[in-house]
Structure formats: structure tokens, C-alpha cells
């Protein structure tokens, strides 16, 4: 990298320098209830993608929106950093079936896609919108037939979950991988919703992004309480994704792990 690029890169790390970034915090309250930033840039990122990543190279996909995430706007994706991270312990998992909470723009569907190359990936997303920008991207790298994008939320009454039974085989023990990026609040709720329905396997992985930025007390305090009983948990210090000034957290969570599951 020449050196005045370096110093711009360096400097594109500062979230406060960076006008998208304010973008997006003026836009903060949108941003956590219709969940796009309102400035067209998740659409944006769809055109871009298909422009400039190679046609069925999912590692060139994740590339170009990692440089349009420190380039062009700031996103919500997990990010590289934290993405590194989620990248591991699915290597270390080896799972074959992968849920989702939070699909957003399809990045980290499709970082578990190129992780875990094994997986069939059911990603649960809300805003139709955004599910749409994400199939876009998920077909053009090339993973659309393992990835499923599924419109709903597990807190919708039933809905989902009749979904995931019904048209995605999901039963007791069939979960190996559950990612949880979604609404900070649902953490808790719709993880306990998974161990009412049984779906976790002993032994299954579950990580939760944004435990200290923008935060899910509730679930890192209940996981705490779990400690060997019958969880494992190890956190990994990160910083929010696309910048490196304000840090987070990224929890890794064994089920089972210990005796005394079923
Ligand atoms: C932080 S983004 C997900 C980022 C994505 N996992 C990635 O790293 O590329 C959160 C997404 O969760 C969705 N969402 C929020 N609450 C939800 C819920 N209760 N059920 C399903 N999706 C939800 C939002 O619409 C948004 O697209």
C-alpha cells in the first residue's frame, strides 16, 4: 500500500472522522426499528457487490463489502475483525446445520457459508428488504443453494418456528450453530426459545455478536449464571466492526459442554 493510502486507511478507522458513521447514529433510532440507515445504502451495497465481485467467488464477495464498509458506508455487517472470530469457531465446529438471528445485507451468511463449507445455513431476517439484498449478494457469490434467507422472527408466535419445522427440517437436536446478531433485546428470549424447542445438540455453538456495543447485558448475564451448568463460554474482546476505537465483545458458547445435559 503507498503510503498516503496507508495513512487514509488508518485514518477511515476513525468511526467519529467518518461522515456515514454519524450517518448512521443520527439514523440510530430508524436503524433499530426498520433496520436499514434510511440513506439507501444497503441497496447500494447489492449494486456495488454485483459490480465489482467476481460472479460465484464468495471470498471476493466478503472482500468487496468489507471495502465498501470501510470506503463507501459504514454497515452493520459483523465485520472482518469480529468476523475472524465467528470464522473459527465454525472451522472449529464443523457444524451442518446453521441458524441465523439477523440476516441484514447476507455478509456474515455468507462468512459462515465460505467458513463452513459443509453447512446448510438458515438465516432468519425480518425486514423483507434487507432479505432481498442479501439473497442478491448470497446468489452472487455463489451460496444460494446452501444459505436460505427466511422473512420472520422466532418472536412472532409461531410463525417461524412452524417454518423452520415444516420447511427446513428443523427437530430436536438438529442444530449445530446458532449466530445471534439480531435485536439486542431478543438475544435472551429467542435463545431460550431454541432450548425450549430442543433444537440445540449437545455439544452445539452458539455466538452472539455486540455484547458490550450496542449491548446485551441480559444474555451475557444469564450465559454468566450457566457457567457449567450446562454451558461454556468464552469471550473474545473485538471492536464494533469497520473501525477500531470502540471495543466489543463477541461471546462463544458450547452447549453442553459438561455433564448433566440431556
Ligand atoms: C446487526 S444486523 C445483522 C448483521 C448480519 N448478521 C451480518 O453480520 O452481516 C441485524 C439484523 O437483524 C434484523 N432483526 C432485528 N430484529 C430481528 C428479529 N427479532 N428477528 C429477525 N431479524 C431481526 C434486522 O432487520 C437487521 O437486518
Known sequence: MAGNEAVAARWRRIPFLRWSFWRLMF??????????????????????????????????????IDEYGYNESFLINVGDEKGRILDAALAAARPARVLELGTYCGY???????????????????????????????????????VTVVVGTLGDGGNTVETLRNAHGFCAGALDFVFID?????????????????????????????????????????????????????????HVEYQSVIPDIVMVSTYGAVDGVR
Open 108 to 146: 456474515s451468511a455468507l462468512r459462515m457459508a465460505q467458513a463452513a463449507p459443509a453447512a446448510r445455513i438458515v438465516s432468519i431476517e425480518f425486514n423483507a428488504d434487507n432479505a432481498a439484498i442479501a439473497r442478491r449478494i448470497l446468489e452472487h457469490a455463489g451460496v444460494a443453494d446452501r
Open 182 to 238: 439480531h435485536a439486542k433485546e431478543a438475544y435472551l428470549p429467542d435463545l431460550q426459545l431454541i432450548l425450549q424447542m430442543g433444537w440445540l445438540r449437545r455439544g452445539a455453538v452458539v455466538v452472539a455478536d455486540n455484547i458490550l456495543f450496542p449491548g446485551a447485558p441480559e444474555y451475557r448475564t444469564w450465559m454468566k449464571l450457566q457457567e457449567g451448568r450446562p454451558w461454556r463460554t468464552v469471550e473474545h474482546e473485538a
Open 27 to 64: 439514523g440510530i433510532r430508524r436503524l433499530t426499528t426498520e433496520w436499514q440507515v434510511g440513506d439507501g445504502r444497503e441497496a447500494r451495497l447489492a449494486e456495488y457487490v454485483v459490480a465489482h465481485a467476481r460472479r460465484g467467488d464468495s471470498a471476493d464477495v466478503i472482500r468487496v
